[in-house]
């Protein structure tokens, strides 16, 4: 086969890898094609083992490792051999004169900083699996891509051979293009991690003064919000809490943009009920339509449906303990888009079988809502990052304004309805009743607006089921934040809320305290808002 301009044939490489996974096949195959093999410590000691013959570094610096192994691989014996511009006559004059030979192909992979972190090692041990010659060659191997071949993943050794096969031995331009690009995101991710933690965990900053935010694709998507729009998941990488992102699925359509918007917002939602009863969170858009709290989980699911069943159709439908076989089959009769537990039983597994393009999830244990970490906004020209929105109350937080006490029903369900209008888009109005949502009024301009359209939806479910009642009577309304006017508490009056929790704090707060007296209604403040733009 002829050697194209753009191929470089492979006649030295350079092995120093952490993750020894297929090193040695590969090391096998290079070493039959022809490849002086050179590198490090326990990839070279790994190598030899496997009866491949390897030139140590230190042969070919002529210099001993030093320094714990600190000092390796940072010499110009080496970096001269990467950097080297082949086809300049100055730098092929250096490599004559001070006998430097070239490396051709570089596979390094670096020490395991994340994997260290994650395990909890004390700080001595963390700075000492700080990678500093992998870097330094990974960046100069890449730099000068147009002669040296980069690898960093045991995942593209497979490809790094078929290249070679389908070369002669070289590499071509377009391979060592891409492998380039792939080793600086590498060393980027790499140092995302360890600024982050030197930020975050050494130095205990909320802000630093550069912020390294990083990912790894995990998929690309079919598209975005709309059709027109291009979309991928990335996972981040350095510790992170588990989430929607690596949940398993066991069947179904591949996971939209929208598919994960809205599972994870009801993944978040339902882990504020972890313990305790069953509970099932059903979401439409990012917005909660339907949350209920029972002894059983198939009760939950009805009174969950029940709240909104027109918006529950193509819904999201999240559990908070394990999914069961009668509890399937009930969600199998409505149209639903993704069904998310922490494990799913196997009369579940079969009721969900017969619908095929259902997506079912499996998350194992639930997030913890109350975990730290940021939240991340980008805007025109920039990026908005705040602490994530973990704020919780007890009822000892509870502060009583009106004449009346609420009841200990009144204040269960006024919590409940708390838990859930913190998850819905302001202005978000939540009633809810004997552990279930009777009505939401999500993402209005004015809270009086949410109120009544909570109301409305609750009066439309009366009469789709034939309740004597809307359950807002003998309601608990929540809003996310403070009631401007008393118009929106009086539309929860006329609704039949009996007892009212918001975070207090407007200016017309004696005026507002005024009409719940009037209306015969009880009313806790608790300090706190929940804006969720």
Not at 22 to 40: C, I, M, N, Q, R
Not at 136 to 144: D, E, G, L, P, T
Not at 157 to 182: I, P, V
Request: aromatic share 6%; hydrophobic share 45%; proline share 4%.
């Amino acid at each position: 086969m002829k050697i194209q301009v753009s191929d470089v044939t492979i006649r030295r490489a350079l092995l120093s890898v952490s993750d020894k996974s297929g090193l040695v096949d590969l090391g096998a195959k290079l070493a039959k094609g022809g490849v002086e093999l050179v590198s490090t410590g326990g990839t070279a000691r790994a190598l030899r083992e496997a009866g491949l013959a390897v030139r140590d570094v230190s042969d070919l610096t002529g210099f001993p490792e030093m320094m714990d192994g600190r000092v390796k691989t940072l010499h110009p014996m080496v970096h001269g051999g990467l950097l080297a511009v082949r086809d300049n006559p100055e730098h092929a004059a250096a490599m004559e004169t001070h006998d430097i030979g070239a490396i051709d192909l570089v596979v390094v992979n670096l020490y395991p900083f994340e994997a260290t972190v994650a395990r909890g090692a004390e700080r001595e041990e963390i700075i000492e699996n700080i990678d500093i010659g992998g870097p330094s060659m990974v960046r100069s191997a890449a730099k000068n891509h147009q002669f040296v071949t980069i690898v960093t993943d045991p995942a593209d050794y497979d490809d790094l051979l078929d290249e070679l096969a389908g070369h002669d031995g070289g590499t071509s331009l377009d391979f060592r293009r891409q492998m380039a690009a792939k080793a600086f995101a590498a060393t980027a991710a790499y140092d995302s991690m360890i600024s982050q933690w030197f930020a975050f965990a050494d130095q205990g900053e909320t802000f630093p003064e550069m912020l390294a935010v990083n990912g790894r694709r995990a998929a690309e998507l079919r598209y975005g919000e709309n059709p027109h729009q291009k979309a991928a998941l990335y996972t981040p990488v350095g510790p992170h809490a588990r989430g929607i992102a690596q949940a398993e699925q066991l069947q179904g359509k591949e996971l939209s943009y929208n598919n994960y918007n809205d599972a994870d917002a009801a993944l978040e939602l339902c882990a504020e009920f972890a313990s305790g009863d069953p509970a099932v969170v059903i979401v439409k858009h990012a917005n909660p339509c339907g949350v209920a709290q029972r002894g059983s989980l198939l009760e939950a699911w009805e009174e969950a449906l029940a709240c909104d069943s027109v918006s529950a159709f193509g819904g999201i439908v999240c559990v908070n303990v394990e999914l069961d076989g009668p509890t399937a089959e009930a969600i199998c009769e409505i149209f639903t888009e993704v069904v998310i537990a922490p494990s799913v039983s196997e009369e579940a597994r079969a009721a969900f079988a017969k619908k095929k393009n259902l997506r079912l999830l499996v998350t194992g244990d639930l997030p913890d809502p109350r975990r730290g970490g940021l939240a991340v906004k980008p805007i025109t020209g920039g990026l908005l990052v705040q602490s994530r929105d973990n704020g919780a109350i007890a009822p000892a937080d509870l502060k009583v304004v009106t004449e009346r006490e609420p009841t200990e029903q009144e204040l269960k369900d006024c919590l409940f309805a708390w838990t859930v209008a913190r998850h819905v888009k302001s202005n978000a109005i939540v009633y809810a009743k004997d552990g279930a949502t009777a009505g939401i009024g999500a993402g209005q301009m004015n809270r009086r607006d949410s109120s009544r359209i909570a109301a409305m939806k609750a009066a439309e479910a009366a009469e789709t089921y034939g309740w004597a009642a809307s359950r807002t009577v003998g309601s608990a309304v929540a809003s996310d934040a403070f009631f401007p006017f008393a118009d929106g508490l009086l539309a929860a009056a006329e609704a039949g809320a009996t007892a009212v929790i918001q975070p207090g704090g407007s200016i017309r707060d004696e005026e507002v305290i005024a009409a719940a007296n009037k209306a015969g209604l009880a009313m806790v403040f608790t300090g706190m808002r929940h804006f969720r733009h």
